[in-house]
């Protein structure tokens, strides 16, 4: 658990407990960036309170796809997977804060978006499973390995947020 109520001031970086440094990959995905989702979807992390560590708009290859999705390489799906995946920009974002993993799982929804409670990201915005607006990292283990796979070391931007005695108490 995060400390109790501690005097609110100024930080420096590092000082916040490693459970408050827990990390995920988000990804908005290419039809949520022709869709002009893209503020929405940040919004929602950033209204619950989660710190933005990295973020950029790219074009994805099948070679990064190959090593992100290696769990899915034999599924029928695939193919129309990479070629979502590669349709078009998308944009990778690193996420930090308590429980983030499964927060930020919590929040993203159902796979299947025709399943996804609304609330969620997908239930709010998608229809489809094949076009389903986001991913999110679904293990502290998978966050660590897919956040290397999307950012360079020195991408991830380290900051200490003045909010965090308001936000974990
Ligand atoms: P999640 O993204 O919720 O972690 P998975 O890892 O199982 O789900 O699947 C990865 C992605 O593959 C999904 O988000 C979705 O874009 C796509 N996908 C999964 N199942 C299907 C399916 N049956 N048909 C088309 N696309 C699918």
Redesign the pocket.
């Known amino acids: 658990q995060p400390s109790p109520s501690r005097t609110p001031g100024p930080r420096c970086y590092g000082s916040a407990p490693p459970e408050l440094q827990e990390k995920t990959l988000v990804l908005v ?1 290419p039809d949520a960036v022709q869709r002009r989702l893209v503020g929405t979807v940040i919004q929602r992390f950033e209204r619950r309170g989660f710190k933005l560590v990295a973020m950029k708009l790219l074009q994805a290859d099948r070679g990064l796809l190959d090593k992100h ?1 290696q ?2 390489q034999q ?3 695939y193919p ?2 990479l070629a ?2 590669t349709s078009g920009p998308l944009v990778a974002m690193v996420w930090e804060g308590y429980n983030v993993v499964r927060s930020t ?1 919590a929040m ?1 929804g ?3 978006s025709a399943m996804a409670a609304a609330g969620t990201i997908r239930g709010d915005l998608s229809m ?5 607006v ?3 990292s ?1 293990s502290v283990e998978t966050a660590q390995r897919e956040i290397s796979f999307w950012f360079q070391r020195d991408e991830l931007v380290a900051w200490e947020s003045g909010d965090r005695d308001y936000t974990y108490g």
């Open positions: 995905k999705y769990q899915l599924k029928p799906f129309a997977l979502y995946m799982r993203v159902d796979t299947d489809h499973v094949s076009r389903n986001v991913h999110a679904d």
